[in-house]
């Protein structure tokens, strides 16, 4: 008898770790590759969630945003277990959204055997963007300038009102909380970042455990083996401190087994592409694993294994290099960069402001660029003697040179608009005063020079390899 079942558990482990290969292999072919940047809106989504129908989704208006944006629930499937899954209450938070117009495209294959056995197991209701009027000025509140995850009890936001409604008419028996953190949350102790984050929040200031919840921590270890084989290493969990005003902490109190997703950072995805077919592989992983009813043999104490997330990471840590001191004494510290994201009009392009997040021993934390290299001796980013014309002016003076001579702050006769600028320097009036010194949340524009020479200039944040001249080509005579 132990034999069989452990014969069976592993069938069960297989099955779910060929589920994963699947879905990560098959991704391309369900990708909704209209949307390809986390800048979306409402009237870009409108155009998909249209084609839903005819697809076999039912698409009903759930009701408005306080603007008067439609915002809408989609379903699918005939199963007797239900799950509700709601995205971008954070206007600004859309990973999720752009992976649920994925799994709609999964679960729209009617010739599919596996989709269509989900859908007999589950009857599945979406909420995507939630938050309409905060994606169009891609920001996190509403309109009304509400945080509506604090507003689960006083439902100020029709936005709340529609979530509480919904859940409340529908009872599901699980929720998928859907949002993005930022991208300087690492894993526990490690380097790694928490490209995925989860948290089955509690339901009281006790934190306590009830079967329910635990059904959610088990469905999350779930989708944890599953993230674990692409990503090992790169899956925290949230603090599970009690907020008595926010959804997911109330929806878990209202009956629903509740599963809080934050989508983190992951290197070289600014758009967060990859991260959201991670989100594509782990709704459904997890949809799978309450549909088997799968998750219901899995031990919850892994759950509690998942390392908690901390935010130690940046973009680029500088270790152990050398500044002086006003009287010229050396120091020694490490640098840590961070880079904020700005808006161009129409949220789009992003563009990035660098600043020094943090000075001193940080061996602590961590970046997503690491420069660890003896000798470097910090020195100040030189400003072009000349006020030249226009960026054209700066080109043809030759960019790599410009960077090799020290220069990393360029006057214009005429500026660019405010922050948008496609040279590494930083352009700057007449009048801009230099910054003295090396301080924190001010900018990091610097060099880096090693045996005297410029080996690295940082500039807003970014670090600009400053390669050695190749020797010239000679045209020299041979005299014998
Ligand atoms: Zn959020």
């Known amino acids: 008898m132990r034999q069989l079942i452990l014969i ?21 072919n369900f990708k909704e590759t209209s949307i390809n940047h986390r800048r979306f809106k409402h009237s870009d989504l409108l155009p998909l969630l249209e084609k839903l129908p005819a697809m076999g989704f039912k698409v ?4 408005q945003s306080y603007q008067g944006r439609s915002i809408y629930l989609v379903s699918i499937g005939r199963g007797p277990l239900t799950a509700l899954l709601w995205s971008q209450m954070h206007g600004n938070e859309t990973t999720a959204t752009m992976a649920m117009l994925d799994i709609f495209n999964y679960l729209g294959q009617t010739e599919s055997k596996s989709v269509q056995q989900l859908l007999d197991q589950v009857t599945l209701y979406f909420i995507p963007m939630l938050n309409p009027d905060g994606a169009e ?14 507003d689960a009890l006083r439902l100020q936001c029709p936005e709340s009102r529609i979530l509480k409604e919904v859940r409340d008419r529908l009872q599901p028996d699980f ?26 929040p509690a339901y009281n200031q006790e934190k306590e455990a009830n079967p329910q919840r635990e059904d959610a921590m088990k469905v999350i270890v779930a989708m944890n083996e599953a993230l674990q084989t692409v990503i090992p290493g790169q899956v925290g969990k949230y603090d599970d401190t ?18 809080l997703i934050e989508s983190g950072g992951y290197a070289d995805d600014p758009e967060k592409q990859f991260i959201r077919q991670l989100n594509f592989m782990a709704i459904l992983s997890g949809l799978h694993a309450i549909g088997s009813k799968e998750y219901s043999q899995l031990d919850v104490s892994k759950y509690w294994d998942i390392p908690l997330n901390e935010s130690n990471l940046n973009d680029v840590m500088i270790r152990d290099v050398e500044l002086k001191d006003k009287q010229g004494a050396p120091f020694y510290a490490d640098i840590a960069i961070r880079r904020e994201e700005h808006d161009h009009e129409g949220n789009s392009p992003i563009f990035y402001q660098g600043t020094i997040e943090d000075l001193g021993d940080l061996s602590t934390q961590f970046g997503y660029q690491e420069i660890t290299e003896e000798g470097l001796v910090i020195a100040p980013g030189k400003i072009y003697p000349d006020v030249l014309a226009d960026q054209q002016a700066v080109r043809d003076l030759g960019v790599a040179d410009l960077l090799q001579q020290g220069y990393t702050s360029i006057s214009l006769d ?11 320097f930083d352009l700057i009036t007449n009048e801009t005063k230099a910054v ?19 080996k690295y200039a940082v500039i807003n944040g970014f670090v600009h390899e400053v390669v050695e001249p190749i020797d010239r080509v000679g045209y020299g005579w041979v005299y014998r």
């Open 137 to 150: 000025l891609f920001q996190r509140r509403t309109s009304q300038g509400i945080d509506m995850n604090r």
């Open 242 to 259: 009690f907020e008595p005003r926010a959804f997911g902490d109330n929806i878990q109190n209202w009956g629903t087994r509740t599963i």
């Open 8 to 28: 069976i558990m592993t069938l069960g482990t297989l099955h779910a770790q060929d589920f994963t290969n699947q879905l990560m292999e098959q991704y391309p």
């Open 414 to 424: 005429e500026l660019p608009p405010k922050g948008f600028n496609e040279l590494p």
């Open 175 to 200: 929720g998928f909380n859907l949002h993005d953190q930022n991208i300087f949350y690492n894993v526990g102790y490690s380097s790694k970042p928490a490209t995925i984050s989860f948290l089955a």
């Open 436 to 454: 003295e010194g090396l301080k924190v949340d001010q900018p990091a524009t610097f060099l880096l020079l090693k045996n005297e020479t410029v």
């Open 60 to 63: 009903e208006q759930a009701g």
